[in-house]
């Protein structure tokens, strides 16, 4: 990609193709700029189109996502981890073939 600097009217954003026209469909070509990945379509009051590139997740693994406790939960112990705040309670192997 060709590093271009930022279009004043648009901090943060750069041109990456010229002008363009939707087909009979309503659909713009947007070639290897966004190949290889997953965009949410996000509109605002003045019409202008913002392709945010996401990543999709597995049905099985969105109850995390969903409830916003365990989320907080989460991410303050991957804080704490980071920061090195926690006590390794050694290995739990010995628990492995259990029942629950």
């Known amino acids: 990609m060709a590093t271009e ?3 004043p009217a648009y901090p943060g954003f750069r041109p990456r193709k010229g002008f363009v026209h ?3 469909r309503g659909r713009i070509t947007l070639g290897a ?3 290889d990945a997953d965009y949410r379509v996000l509109l605002n009051e003045k019409g202008q189109i913002l392709l945010d590139p996401i990543v999709a997740i597995p049905a099985s693994e969105a109850w995390l996502w969903e409830n916003p406790a365990l ?3 989460m991410e303050r112990a991957l804080d704490q981890a980071t920061a090195g705040q926690f006590e390794d309670l050694g290995s739990f192997a010995q628990f492995a073939d259990e029942d629950e």
């Open 22 to 24: 939707p087909d009979s």
């Open 71 to 73: 989320r907080a939960s």
């Open 33 to 35: 700029v966004a190949r």
């Open 5 to 7: 600097p930022d279009t």
